[in-house]
């Protein structure tokens, strides 16, 4: 079992930053972790994803305005997001994908983050 722990959502105005914590409470054998979205209505999305050696992966909404990092000591994750927009505007859930063999997800409990125009 893995708890992730998410904080940092709030409202922001258009073209302002927000940064996303997101901390596991094990490390061992995560494959990767990161952060997925979902607006009303819509599906969840992929928005970042990190591996322990640091490669990411973005969706081609977060390329150039949003950062994902990792600290490995503290099995934590940030996303810094800059330049949002109101398109943003989702829960933010942190995930991680766990697993020596087979991998499963665990989700964190979902942060609110609202960017008014």
């Known amino acids: 079992q893995v708890q992730l722990v998410e904080s940092g959502g709030g409202l922001v105005q258009a073209g302002g930053s927000l940064r996303l914590s997101c901390a596991a409470s094990?490390?061992?054998?995560?494959?990767?972790m990161g952060w997925y979205r979902q607006a009303p209505g819509k599906q969840r999305e992929l928005v970042a994803l990190i591996t322990p050696t640091g490669n990411t992966n973005y969706a081609d909404s977060a390329k150039g305005r949003f950062t994902i990092s990792g600290d490995n000591a503290k099995n934590t994750v940030y996303l810094h997001m800059n330049s949002l927009k109101p398109e943003d505007t989702a829960v933010y859930y942190c995930?991680?994908?766990?697993?020596?063999?087979?991998?499963?997800?665990?989700w964190g409990q979902g942060t609110q983050v609202t960017v008014s125009s």
């Open positions: 995930n991680a994908r766990v697993g020596q063999f087979t991998a499963r997800d665990y």
């Open positions: 094990r490390s061992s054998f995560i494959k990767t």
